[in-house]
Structure formats: C-alpha cells, structure tokens
C-alpha cells in the first residue's frame, strides 16, 4: 500500500482539531485538524466501523480515540470512505496496516485508490477565500490500498451495519456516497454539503456552523452535486454529520438544508471556475 508522491502533511487546523463529540450513543465524531471521521458502534463494544481516514499523519490520534471508545486494542471489522480525497484517506494506509481491515469504496472512486488515475487539480479561483487559494497545494495523487480494498454492495446495503444503507452522491467525487439510517434519519453526509464554509480559512478554524454545498476547490460536477443535494434533502435527516464541520440536526439542518437545495445555483456553485459550465 501507498500513497500518492505528493502525499505530505499540512499545516491547517480548528479550534475542534483532537475533540471528539457523541453524536448519538452510537455515533461519534472525531475532528482531525479540519475533517471528520466517524466511529459507529456502542462504548465498549467490539463490533463496530470507521469512516473515513483523516488528514495525513494522523493514525495514532484516530487509533487513541478508538481505544478510548471501544477500550484498549480496539479494531474495526472495517471501514467505510466516502470519497478517496486527501482528507479523507490522509492516514488510511497505517490504520489499515495496524488493524488489518478490509476498506470498502464506491466502484466509480476505484481508480483513486488503486493507483490508476489521479484526482483533477484543485481549482483556486472558485472562491476568495484562503483556503481556496491554498488548494493547488493539496495532494491529488492517488493512493494504492491493492487487495485491502473492496467495493460496497450493490444492494445498497453496509456490511456489518445492519440498518444503515449507502447511497450513490456524485459531484464532489465520481465515487462518493453517503450513509444513511432509516430508523432514526442519520445521515452520514460526507462532503456532498459541509456544515461550515471550507473556503475560508476563518470559518475553518472557528468552525462556524453553516450548511453549505461541497468544498468549491475539489469539486468539478456540479450538476451531479446539485442532484446529490436534492437526493440527501428528500431523506429528510434528523441529524447530519459532514465531512468539515459541527454535526447540525432538527429545524436547523431541515430549513438549511432545504433552503441550499432551492437555491443551489446561487448558493453552492461559483460564479466562475473551471469546472463550472
């Protein structure tokens, strides 16, 4: 297993970085630095999953936050990526060599993760903000999780997840999905939204919370994230963790929601950019 030859770390972070939060008694959320991993599973308990990888160098916090959750050589049976961006699979390779779980992805995100096709460029002139400006520093590169890496169930389904479902959210990524909880509307939303304005490097460190469409850099479909939205607003979730930034539930995740599904055009997608049609 690899990463990509311009895999380095990087020096952003939030007031949130290291702080894990208990979403639901089920669900926790951990901050590394500007993103989210999740932990799904009872305290204590020996069956449950990781999603998502962090920013690089990051394995022993997220390792850490597992044994403190799940007590002292806690492994998950797997774990789940929404997307295979840097952020998201930063420290993917030495969770995977510590715990020696298979990783399941979306077929369309395949060719990122197994060395096949790199990632397009980040584009900087989508926003003002620094970290959009920022962003061509970025790692694109693909990774190579060879045989660790497998592809989540047509069905829909989540393996060792009873009750949760997968669903396909384009946009951000070819391959991104979401996760879904039917019996309680959680939704594991990944950055098909965000519920802070990535751009920003403010708004990143304060974790301002304000539901906002994917990250404007490293997104380059937008019609099919626009779709992705629509898709997670008709789920009508109660609670909504995001790749970047504080979970949001009730009334506020509901109108906000709903508000950036009317007015996507003007809300998420720039105003220029290369990847805007």
């Not at 396909?168 to 991104?176: A, E, Q």
């Not at 490097?201 to 490293?218: A, C, F, H």
């Amino acid at each position: 297993m690899t990463y990509g030859e311009d895999y380095h770390y990087l020096p952003v972070t939030s007031i949130k970085s290291g702080k894990g939060q208990e979403v639901l008694p089920d669900l926790h959320c951990l901050t590394v630095q500007i993103v989210n991993v999740c932990f799904i599973g009872m305290p204590g308990q020996k069956n449950w999953v990781l999603v998502d990888a962090g920013m690089p160098h990051a394995a022993d916090t997220i390792i850490g936050e597992a044994e403190e959750r799940f007590g002292p050589g806690a492994r998950p049976e797997a774990i789940f990526l929404t997307h295979g961006h840097f952020d998201h699979v930063g420290s993917i390779v030495e969770l995977v060599e510590h715990w020696n779980v298979p990783v399941y992805a979306h077929p369309d995100e395949l060719p990122y993760l197994t060395g096949q096709r790199n990632y397009p460029e980040p584009d900087p002139s989508v926003d003002s903000g620094l970290v959009a400006k920022l962003s061509p520093l970025f790692p694109v590169d693909a990774i190579n999780l060879g045989h660790h890496l497998t592809t989540l169930p047509e069905d829909g389904s989540v393996p060792h997840l009873a009750g949760w479902r997968w669903l396909h959210t384009p946009g951000h990524s070819p391959g991104h999905v979401s996760f879904f909880r039917d019996s309680d509307r959680t939704l594991l939303a990944g950055d098909a939204f965000v519920t802070v304005k990535q751009e920003s490097m403010w708004s990143v460190i304060t974790q301002e919370l304000e539901l906002n469409g994917p990250p404007r850099y490293l997104t380059t479909d937008w019609k099919a994230a626009a779709e992705s939205v629509r898709k997670l607003e008709a789920l009508k979730p109660a609670v909504a963790v995001t790749g970047h930034g504080m979970p949001m539930k009730g009334d506020l995740l509901s109108s906000s929601l709903d508000n950036l599904t009317r007015n996507f055009d003007i809300l998420a997608v720039p105003e220029h950019g290369k990847y805007v049609q």
